[in-house]
């Protein structure tokens, strides 16, 4: 905890990419919840980042600059970056790439849909989207809502799905180019929910081990979906590896209603320290 007892979250989305709250309704949230800090994480994106400074200054929380890379991986591998300078130039230009990347990447599917005999048009697909960011899951609601399918879930079984015939994969990192990137803007890159990897615990350790040489800093071993096992298993894989134990909620808003914005274990937030180490990994 903080000082005066307060904990943090290092993970939560906003309306610049897929989560329901805007960063000033993040920020207030965080202050209601009393959190000493909190980590904005969105997907690709540093849009939320200087809204989100002016409320946290206002309201008294920490901000913690932060983001989500989707990294390219046979499994799920989410890349965090913390504490990185959010104005740095090279950053900022290959994340500009990604987001242009998936624009043009949703008028091509939806192309890809039309030839495969579904009327659907791209503004229909914009018009499911809450936020910013558009993808795959407002192109499943847009079929949801011209009844071509029941659930989201047919929607990527039949069309969207990875490989499936109106995919197309998005740019995304590799490994080492991530860690590369939140370095070089200062940050420290950080595995998120390691189980997404989808790797036997020493095959993780090995993989683990491999990007600690290239700059890897720290490991999600809190998280709201980790079971107790697993936190135990990555806490003693960070320690090992020397990397920092950090946490977060994945809070997202409406999309993820079981899951609160600072509660990530025993129904409580992350102690500060987390955050400290952090700071203290930034000039590794
Ligand atoms: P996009 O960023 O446009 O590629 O969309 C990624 C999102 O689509 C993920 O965050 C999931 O919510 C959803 N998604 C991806 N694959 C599947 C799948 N096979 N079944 C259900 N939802 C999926
Ligand atoms: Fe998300
Ligand atoms: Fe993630
Ligand atoms: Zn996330």
Redesign the pocket.
């Known amino acids: 905890m903080a000082i005066d007892g307060r904990g943090i979250d290092l993970h939560a989305h906003t309306t610049a990419s897929?989560g329901s709250l805007s960063p000033v309704e993040l920020i207030e949230l965080a202050a209601e919840k009393k959190l000493a800090a909190l980590g904005v994480t969105d997907?690709d994106t540093l849009a939320a980042l200087p809204e989100a400074a002016a409320a946290a200054q206002r309201c008294g929380v920490e901000l913690v600059p932060g983001i989500e890379l989707?990294v390219e991986h046979p499994g799920r591998f989410h890349l965090l970056g913390y504490l990185f300078r959010p104005d740095d130039a090279g950053f900022n230009a290959r994340l500009r790439y990604l987001q242009d990347f998936?624009a043009s990447?949703?008028v091509r599917?939806v192309d890809r849909m039309q030839q495969y005999g579904l009327p659907i048009s791209l503004a229909e697909v914009e018009a499911e989207a809450g936020g910013d960011?558009?993808?795959?899951?407002?192109?499943?609601l847009a079929l949801i809502r011209k009844g071509i399918v029941q659930t989201?879930?047919e929607?990527?079984?039949r069309f969207?799905?990875?490989g499936?015939p109106c995919?197309i994969p998005?740019e995304k990192v590799t490994p080492a180019e991530g860690i590369r990137l939140i370095r070089d803007a200062g940050g420290v890159p950080v595995v998120a929910h390691p189980v997404t990897l989808g790797l036997e615990a020493d095959k993780l350790e090995v993989e683990l081990r491999s990007l600690r040489e290239t700059g890897l800093g720290g490991l999600e071993c809190y998280y709201s979906q980790h079971t107790p096992e697993q936190e135990g298993m990555f806490l003693e894989l960070a320690r090992k590896l020397d990397l920092v134990p950090t946490g977060g909620s994945d809070f997202h808003g409406a999309?993820k209603p079981h899951v609160h914005l600072g509660v990530v274990r025993n129904n409580g937030p992350v102690d500060y320290r987390a955050l400290d180490e952090l700071k203290r990994a930034c000039t590794e």
């Open positions: 897929d997907h989707n998936r990447r949703n599917m960011m558009i993808g795959r899951p407002h192109m499943a989201v879930q929607a990527f079984d969207l799905a990875d499936g995919d998005k999309s």
